[in-house]
């Protein structure tokens, strides 16, 4: 393990650093790394930011979107950036699952790896780790690690700012969830004063919808939602024919489940997917709900109370038909 002290001493030389950040990377994964970016690149560190996979459009505009590698699409050179590293932050999760096959190269790498996240039950990969379940977003723990942490606040430039803003308005569901706290509107009060436009990173990411995600948004909750009021839940399933009729691309799925949650009295909101290996699935729930629980116990998954995910093997129609058998033990939780 690293102290601080001696992570201070080893960022007070360049060194060969690679970011890296969850599978099909949202707001957070890619504002946190890029603003951690932003900010050691300034440092005279040697920087490149990593994804597992793509991410959507609406996140492509950030700053430094063009300096990111996408590990599937250059796979040796990934590995080779990340078996040559001096450094290797991970940010937004804590198992090297959550990134797919670049978790065995980080895994093997000799270089130290430092874990800034906010996610339950984190893995023993790291040699340091800034991790709090209680921040609303990876993001903040990225402020609060240079602003903090490293006490460098002044080198919080306009794009380390517009990517942390970016990271914490979409991981607190733009400033509503109950991690937003007081700090965190400081933080991001913070932000605003050191360069990010807060209505035009709004509009950057909310409305970049194409037509077809529109119209596909239409036809989920017109067509495919379903309720369950004994149980306070709503499920919305989506078939390989679904998306294929829609063209839907990366990110556009992406918010769904919140329609769903946003009906007076449902507690627990439900959206799978029929991708083309397995079903994805995503939770939401109000309150105390352990949406959690249910992805980690039976969809080989995890995240947050009320936002969490996971995927399962079996054909879409069994997922349902799972998650509707598994209602009966939460009864109780979801409508008292
Ligand atoms: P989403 O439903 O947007 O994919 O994910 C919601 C939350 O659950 C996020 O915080 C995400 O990190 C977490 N999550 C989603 N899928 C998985 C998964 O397969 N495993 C784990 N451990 N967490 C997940
Ligand atoms: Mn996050």
Known sequence: MLNLAELKEILAQPQKIVITTHHKPDGDALGSSLGLYHYLVQQQHDVQVITPTDYPEFLQWMPGNDQVIIYTEHKEKSAALVQQADLIFCTDFNSLSRINELGEAVKVSSAKKIMIDHHLDPENFDDFRLWNTLACSASQLVYEFIAEFLGDKNSINANVATCLYTGIMTDSGSFRFPTTTSNVHR????????????????????????????????????????????????????????????????????????????????????????????????????????????????????????????????????VVHQFKTLLPAYKNLLTQ
Do not use: W
């Open 187 to 318: 933080i991001t009060a913070d932000l605003i004063d050191l360069g990010a436009d807060n209505a035009a990173i709004h509009q950057l990411v909310y409305d970049h919808s194409s037509e077809n995600r529109l119209r596909f948004l239409g036809f989920c909750l017109s067509k495919k939602l379903e309720i369950l009021p004994g149980y306070n839940t709503a499920v919305i399933a989506i078939s390989k024919e679904d998306l294929a009729q829609f063209n839907i691309i990366t990110g556009d799925t992406e918010g769904i489940v919140n329609y769903a949650l946003s009906i007076t009295n449902i507690r627990l909101a439900a959206f799978m997917i029929e991708r083309t290996d397995k079903i994805k699935l995503s939770l939401r729930s109000k309150g105390t709900f352990p949406a959690n629980e249910i992805c980690k116990n039976y969809f080989n998954g995890g995240g947050h109370r009320n936002a969490a995910g996971g995927q399962s093997e079996s054909t879409l129609e069994q």
